[in-house]
């Protein structure tokens, strides 16, 4: 593509980039395509002649748009949000027009350092303590994996990473049973075998049960296992409950275990200093993680991961061959060795956009209104007869489920508040997911996407307690 065919081009993506955002409501939510649709739609084989531009981005609007669920729809109340907003747009524009593979400080002098600065910014701004250090990863499973992997080289000694896990004994690991599965996944890669995961009870209010943790430790320690590492979620995925920290932390303590924090979805709220009692006890932990990419305004991917002890964040990592060695050594940050990628995408440019162009007044305002959002829903729903909250609402998060008068078996509730599920997705006008809550089927309706408004939860909500009737 020439130059002047890529302007032309570009300056025709950004009117639709515009009007996609002014028109993202005209959508269905969640896309109604069927599996195998848009596949049978692709040739089998790619083009060996160049095809015109034009006819490419017809075939993006015509066959990829029908399948795609947008996540930036104000009526996307499913999962975690993925956030954008217009400032973090442009810097990922901006960031793959530069194209820059910021593995080292010498590869991008610029990312690096602005990455050191937005993390320190940001560490300020959600109230972790100052001397912990921040490095962007590329999501929360990465991260957690990072913690992990120190956690089991700082026990070793270093030992395992020079010579295998052979020979020692097994080492545990403790979350409670709401903790995301990413948790699971990374005590798997990291060779201490799911069996060694503990899963520890939880509360009314789906909160790790300390006095369960403590027993669980001391169980391991009589049998020769040897604790390693807590991971407390604030915030669970499930119904955003959160961990009591410094319980947690004291435990940890008393008992030498590593403490690693998932925050994934709520650490947003941090910018909010009501609320960070979530973080009593922070400086207890080793490690903290928390995802601008969910809440915080900020493109998918950004994965904001804080440590206390970056000597052995960067020993676990750090592998050295003859073509990556530069003349700067130890005097700059070089990010490949602060996890696990080479390759690095230049990340620290959204961020920095999205903070300066919102102020952190304007994110806490925003993330302000998206609680209020879930708080009046949440009153809502308990003046009804028919629907029951689920769980306490600290967040933006709203656990439920419709609870008709004589509908009292178990399995007949779940199979209801299954078909409202997908009679409400059906509509394409929003989107909402389930989770199980003390084994009860519970829909979740997450107020937290950039642009929702209190029409858009009212309307929702209307929609769904007309469907649910309609069931009955
Ligand atoms: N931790 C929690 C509490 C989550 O809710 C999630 C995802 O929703 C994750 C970790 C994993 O996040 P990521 O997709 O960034 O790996």
Aim: with cysteine; glycine share 6%; charged share 20%.
């Amino acid at each position: 593509m020439e130059l002047s065919e890529f302007r032309r081009q570009a300056h025709s993506l950004v009117d639709w980039m515009a009007d996609y955002l002014e028109h993202v409501r005209d959508y269905p939510v969640k896309s109604q395509v069927q599996p195998g649709e848009l596949l049978a739609q692709l040739p089998e084989s790619p083009p060996s002649e160049a095809e015109p531009f034009d006819v490419v981005l017809a075939d993006f609007t015509d066959i990829i748009m029908p399948g795609i669920t947008h996540w930036q729809h104000p009526r996307f109340f499913a999962y975690f949000p993925a956030n954008s907003s217009p400032p973090s747009l442009l810097a990922e524009m901006l960031t793959s027009t530069l194209g820059a593979q910021c593995m080292s400080w010498q590869t991008s002098p610029a990312a690096t350092e602005l990455e050191e600065r937005v993390m320190q910014w940001l560490g300020g701004m959600i109230g972790l303590p100052p001397e912990w250090i921040g490095v962007i990863q590329d999501t929360a499973s990465t991260a957690t994996l990072c913690s992990i992997l120190t956690a089991r080289e700082k026990r070793s000694e270093f030992a395992v990473n020079r010579s295998g896990l052979t020979g020692s004994a097994p080492l545990a690991v403790y979350c409670s049973s709401e903790t995301h599965s990413s948790i699971e996944k990374a005590v798997k890669i990291a060779g201490l075998g799911r069996e060694h995961l503990r899963k520890i009870d939880v509360d009314n209010a789906f909160a790790l049960k300390p006095n369960a943790l403590e027993a669980a430790i001391r169980a391991d320690q009589d049998q020769g296992i040897t604790p390693l590492c807590t991971v407390a979620t604030l915030g669970t995925t499930g119904s955003t409950a959160i961990d009591p920290l410094r319980r947690v932390g004291e435990i940890c303590r008393e008992h030498g275990l590593w403490l690693h924090v998932d925050a994934a979805f709520a650490g947003t709220a941090l910018l909010l200093e009501d609320f960070r009692w979530m973080i009593d006890g922070i400086e207890l932990a080793d490690t903290f993680v928390f995802n601008p990419h969910k809440w915080m305004f900020t493109n998918f991917d950004c994965s904001a991961y804080f440590v206390r002890d970056t000597e052995a964040l960067v020993r676990t990592f750090e592998i050295l061959p003859e073509y990556l060695k530069t003349a700067e050594g130890s005097r700059v940050n070089n990010y490949r060795d602060w996890g696990l990628q080479l390759g690095r995408r230049f990340r620290a440019l959204k961020l920095w956009f999205v903070i300066r162009n919102y102020g952190v007044a304007g994110l806490q305002a925003m993330v302000r209104r998206h609680i209020t959002l879930a708080q009046h829903l949440a009153n809502e729903i308990e003046q009804l007869d028919d629907f029951e909250l689920l769980a306490p609402v600290p967040l933006a998060v709203v656990c439920f489920r419709f609870h008709p008068a004589g509908v009292d078996d178990p399995t007949e509730l779940d199979r209801l508040n299954e078909s409202l599920l997908e009679a409400v997705n059906g509509t394409g006008r929003m989107y909402l997911t389930h989770t199980k809550l003390a084994g009860s089927y519970a829909l979740r309706m997450v107020t937290a996407q950039t642009n929702v408004s209190e029409e858009d939860v009212h309307a929702g909500w209307g929609l769904i307690v007309r469907a649910a009737r309609e069931l009955t």
